[in-house]
Structure formats: C-alpha cells, structure tokens
C-alpha cells in the first residue's frame, strides 16, 4: 500500500467517522422525545394529575430554648454515661481484687507454686 493512499483511506474515515455518529445521535433525541410525552395531544394526561408538593421543615424548632432545652438534655446524658462507667470500673476493680484475693487449691504451698510455675515454663515454646 502506498503512503499516498493510506493517507486518502485515512482522511475519507476521519471525515465520514463523525457524521455517522452524529446522524446515530439525532435518531437518538427523536427516540428520547417520543418515550417523553408533552402534554400536546388531548388524550394524554401528562402533567394533568399531580401530588401536592409540602415545604419541608428541616430546621425543625431551631429557637434558643429548644436548644438549651437539648444542650441540657444531652448533658445530663453525659454525666449518667460518666457515673455509669465510673461504678462499672469500680466494680471490676473491686471482683479482680476478690479473685486475687482467692487461694486456689493448687497454691496453697510454696512448693506447689514452684512445680506449676516449671511445668508451665516447659510447656510454653521458648521465644
């Protein structure tokens, strides 16, 4: 193939490329505007039948003492969180202190502590 005509094939498609996809889009636009009805023809009833439309209130009641009234609210939640972690940390302070507190059967001598301690030191891997 010689480089003129390579260069006339090349040019011929980049011409004839894009009116073919614009004749492609304006089929297109006919095919949106038939499936999109304008209310022109007398049996439509596009746009005849409607639901009212409401104003939304997304402030809702925005005044300063609706928000005192939630600022308040929401602190005396906090310090109910805060007592409530405080009692509940008091109390796993207190149950591991009673369990430490505890004398297991198998420690009640200091040679029974020796022997588990070396049994356990061997059944762990060495690291």
């Known amino acids: 193939m010689k480089h003129s005509s390579f260069y006339l094939t090349f040019l011929t498609i980049l011409f004839i490329f894009p009116l073919l996809l614009w004749s492609e889009s304006t089929s297109n636009e006919k095919k949106i505007e038939i499936l999109i009805p304008d209310g022109s023809s007398g049996d439509s009833d596009w746009g005849k039948d409607f639901l009212q439309f409401e104003d939304l209130d997304l402030l809702g009641d925005a005044s300063e003492e609706n928000s005192k009234n939630l600022f308040e609210k ?49 059944q762990l891997p060495e690291t």
């Open 74 to 122: 929401a602190k005396e939640n906090f310090l109910q969180s805060v007592d409530r972690f405080r009692k509940t940390n008091e109390l796993i302070n207190l149950k591991r202190k009673e369990f430490d507190s505890l004398s297991f059967e198998a420690d009640r001598y200091e040679w029974q502590k020796k022997v588990a301690a070396k049994i356990l030191k061997e």
